[in-house]
């Protein structure tokens, strides 16, 4: 005890009482500490620019504005290489945006499929997914971008042989197939409100089709043995055609009634087929008359990446537009007025389906307006000897007008251009994505979708499963129990982690440069190699990234802040 | 409801309890079948879908794996894919730094876990049969023949022409057999000419293109005209292909056009040291083959022939004489396997792709230049290898490249193992029965990575070796290693540091931490690459990417870490920290001895996922310009002899990576299964 | 005693009324344990039936087997008419008819109590918000607990939990409740103000079924206890049949080790 008390006493004397307080000690430590990291940076900096001034270059962010000098392969029209850095890191921002937002929607889709698909009862399913999921997860990144764009984009074809959707040709759709199914939805539909007996509905429809394909059959024989080329279609169908359907008809219209009950379902569905089919047979729609759809290319695929349909707002959009606004604002005034008759009455009116569908309604309405306001018949050519009037189809046919006077005078508000190529392959017209950016996309949402699968998983898992009991328990339905019940608890799990992809995601699109697709990062490579001034870079990009990373952030906690549960 | 308070309800029942079997669709496979595969209608539609789905992914891979791809680019290049261009005086280094890793690790099963007996015997299998399958497959499936062509004619396919060479230079080893014969099987007509695979040499492949060439337009006439008589056509297609049939011409026959085996082809076997005939013949279809022995390792030239007829062209099925690969490089001096010097200089090397045979040196030169000898290419296959071929092609020489390695290792893991097991059996007490192994794999752990490092770059112990020359799987292990190791305290002090009460210490750790990982990677590693040189001018020389990219990995890897323990620290419950203190410890010795150990052993599997995370990542110092593994096959294909060859290497790649990582993955989830990693509850 | 055993259905004599459940020869396997073993059971309209049994004898599957929670594999279930069939229509008109409630309350934690309440009515049902929440205000009335409509379960007791979720499964206007064991999760002091509602609803006349280790509630208010062993019914009778005389030595043996 005594020798303690000397010892404090001793420390007593040497430190004095105002460093013993620990509130002081701490404010010491703090600024000592704050001193040793600030002299460590400042040590950093100035070093750096010694080294930097040595070898002529001061790190400043004027030489944004000298002229850049290179051409980006992808970027906006206002862009040449006569534009400034500034404007080549602008291309490059564009760019990472496009990805990354593209790509947050795409692979939280993609994710959440495969994520149920891991959670199916279907064991080959669930086996599938799994595979998918590990071998997605386990291998780099970066090695999944290669093969993405070295050996899947490499290997598409040549433009003049892409691969296009739909491929160009006829389409034929048979009338018969297109009534049968008519008849099928019919009939399962008035079927509904029979007495709930799942195996006599089951047998109907069974011998629906049985006949069906009987008939089918002997017709397709019948066809075959006679060879009637030219006659398709015009009804001249002979009179063995006549007996082989009044045979079929007459046995089992008749057989139905007097086939014993519990079988009398297949007999009765079996008559309805061979009527409806024998009827369309007999009427001379059979047996060749079809739909014939003349289908061009709209998608092209090929090693220059895809290229889509191009729309095009002609100068009448902006009346049509108006005509679309209308029908939103309409069709939410009328679901709020639903709701609420709903909700007051009880009385249950399909609101989301009536507001679309006044939303379309208007929208082809005016369409239709717009498009009925009549052409100038005569347009303004302005050739060697002034302005001249040259009747509008002849202007358009001697190939007198500007693609912008073309889009003027044309009587629809939007026009949709298919993708045309040139005689080298180089498609003049179309919205196009390069290879790199559908690599880097592929890649990016792929490898993603592989964490947010899991996540979801987890997620799903994490709900108990007396909630589902207790949800099927009052009543409600499998998609209820998922949408009620389910998801709403499950996100509260999912959605921090999901927030942890997203940022990893946006991160992720910097390996752009390994493919050169020419983001963000990219471009302030190619900026740093010709300006030199690569602590300025660095410093832009860390910037850029910075922000897009705490934006991400700001937006996942808030979603998260709605989910929370309330305990006690 | 009175009625119901009846004593008539009261009722017993006296039968034994009897056990019926469930019905059938509701145990065993039947039913595992039913409610797994086809439980519904969308279940069975999603089965179908999926069967077909995966059985043609499965069929496709597997068909071009082992009838389409050419494996020889793994293992010609194996060296390099695991270490790089590491010096090859310093090789017994990493060899031995393998060996001790496998230990090392094999010590910590035999502590923690145990091997079952049929693992150990499947291990023993696998070691058999890489050593006794490659003899075996030689001895029972020899490699189909080469087929080279003889004649004078140049033999023409759209813009190509091609004239079979007069000489051909190839490399033997001395008792290999060299038949030849005329290989009448291909020169029946056009399609037996289009299917011939195997082997070939460019005219005789150009021949081939002709023959499929003329077979298509045969198929095709018919084809347009069917579609053009009909009406499901466009009318642009029709346009198209009325003039595809205006210009489609079908050529006559190849076999005709070229006589083709219809002369005998004049063959001459030469010495290619001394240009002496060693045996020579003519070769008619009729005739028996030429066979030769020949006499010594080296080169020889084959010459070839058809004196009758200078429009004719004979193709020659030669056994024994097979591809080739060369390459040049410069080689330092070195002490060769006998003791002997090799002197430094330009060294040229001819590589025989089917088994590695090597001749150094010249070729020989008729007339003042060298013979010809890169005119046969492997891989004419197109897809129709058969399975020997591969068998005798990669499989043989893979096993052969890797067995003496595996046994190494299984034996250095099997000491590691027993060493364990035997140092508790006879040093551990009795109521802890692991506890002297687990400390010793405790410090081997802790000794492994500077042990490593010193093995791999000398560090002033052993001779230094040079940075830029580490690569492929290497210096990605050794990137990973480091980015865990040395950001660990770095990442201790950051999470103790985000916790603390101090707002300085506290905003600064936050700062950092959020700042690294609000920027990805490839940002760290540039800034590590360009800034670390002004910071630190002994980084700055060309020799050190390795180590800036250390730098970078650590700095990246600190964050990430430093949430890790935090996340663990915040598991821990309130208790313990007050525990500690109310037992008189200072806020420090808290820290260290009660809270961080508890919160350590509970971030063990997130460590885990950190170290995969990390070995995936480092395949990024790629763009910087390292040689890691995944610039390795980068590179690799970028070779003029390997040029499309990038499947192959980036599926091999892509099992290397994937077998690491689901391995780590496997033990992390063990760890975190088995309870040990997770705080203990009391 | 033969003349019990040739009765084995003996409600179906004593009410003029058809039965609300019929369950025939109902069999049920896990894999290859067999739970349910030719159990065949009535229940009157207003009926209140117990059931009790050691734990593992299948007492709580076979109530579960009602509304389909679990699916029998042999034998006929008809509730209210309706047969219980794989047809998913069946299925739903047999739920809306049962009212459950469960051991672990299973309450909607994202919901508020009124929301707990009101779910079903309004998308099963498809009442309007205004009469559902109405209903969900009387039935909260009724449990004695309306000061926490706006609450989340997480805010609640345990007992209070219980309680709305005897309200949530009553909300849909069931003419059957099941019970599983609804105050074994409970503290000692909440286990009464749920049984006082069990005890106020079965007054009321709803038909019940309640599996519960609470025997002065079976004395109480059963109009019939059914005791379960080994995946049977081994004895069932009146309360005081069954606390007093019971037979069969599976019986007297249970009812001495909790009595």
Redesign the interface.
Known sequence: MASSEQNFNTRNRIIPEFLRDIRVLQILGQIIFLIIVVAFLAQLVSVAANEMRANNLTPNFTFLQNRAGFEISESPQWYTSNSSYADALRVGIINTLRIVSTGLVTATVLGILVGIFLLSTNWLIRTISRVYVEILRNTPLLVQLFVWYYIVMFSLPQPQQAVTLPSEGVLFISLRLVLYAVAYVFISRSLRHLPTDAPRRLMFLTGFFAASLVMETAFYLYHNQADWAGVYGRGDLGAAAFLLYAGISAVLIGGAYFVPAPFRPYALGAAAGQLIGGLLFYMGIMPNAALRMELYPAVYLSIRGIVFPEILPTARFAEWLAFVVLGIVAAAMMWVYFRRVTETTGRLIPRTQYAVLLMIVLAAVGWLIVGAEPLPTAVPISGDDGIIFVPLEEALARDLLSPAEQLQYTSQPLVFLRPAQNRLGRFIVGTQFSPEYMALLLGLVIYTSAFIAEIVRAGIQAVSYGQIEAARAVGLTQGQTLSQVVLPQALRVIIPPLGNQYLNLAKNSSLAIAIAFADIFTTMTTVMNQSGQSVTGIIIIMIFYLIMSLSISFVMNIVNGRFQLVTR | ?T????????????EE???????LL??GPLAWIK???F?SLM?TI??VV??I??VSAVTAFFTWALAGANWFVIIFNMRQFLIGRFEPWAEWRVQLLALLVIAVLGWAVGAWSRISRGVFIFLLVITALLFVLPPVIRAVVPLSPSFVSAGETAIAYGSVAQQPLAQLGFIGREGEVITLRVAREYSQNDRALANSFSFVDSPLNTLRNAAENRLTIEARIPEIERLLAG????P??RALLTADLERLEVPPPVTETYHLNEFPAQVRLLDGATMEPISEALLSGESEPLSVTLPRDGWYVLEKTVPDNPEAVTLIAAEGIYPMLERSFTRSASIGPDGETIAAGRVTQYIRMTDIFLVEGGRPRIEGTDVPFENIVENQYRGARPLHDYLSLYLAPFFQQINTGFLWLLIAGIIGYWGARLTDKYFSPVEKPRLRSQRIAFWLFIALPPVAFILVAGFGILPPTSPPLWGGLLLTMLLTVVGIVVSFPLGVALALGRRS?????KG?SIAYIE?V???????VL??AM??V???A?WLGGPDTGPYRAMVAVTLFSAAYLAENVRGGLQSLPPGQEEAAKALGLSAWQATLFITLPQALRAVIPALVGQF?SLF??T??V??VGLMDL?DV??TVVNQNEFLGL??EA?VF??IV??VF??VM?MVSRRIEESGSGAARRI | MSELQETPRATSVLADEEPIIICREVNKWFGDFHVLRDVSVDVQPQEVVVVIGPSGSGKSTFIRCINRLEEHQEGQIIVDGIEMSHDISNIAAIRREIGMVFQQFNLFPHLTVLQNISLAPMKVRQWPREKAEAKAMELLRRVGIPEQVNKYPGQLSGGQQQRVAIARALAMEPKIMLFDEPTSALDPEMIKEVLDVMKELARSGMTMIVVTHEMGFAREVADRVLFFDHGRIVEQGTPEYFFTSAQHPRTKEFLSQIL
């Open positions: 409801m009625t119901i308070h009846n004593k008539q309800i009261n009722a017993v029942n006296y309890p009897q056990t019926k079997s469930p019905p509701s145990v409610n797994n595969l439980g279940d999603l089965t999926g069967a789905v995966i009406d499901a056509l466009t642009n297609q009460s101090l707002p300085v210490v600064a700042l990982r609000g920027v990805p990677l490839i940002t540039l800034m360009v800034l040189p002004f910071v001018p995969i995936k990542d395949s990024l790629t763009i995944t096959a980068q990038r499947r980036f790649i892509s990576y994937f990582s689901y993955a």
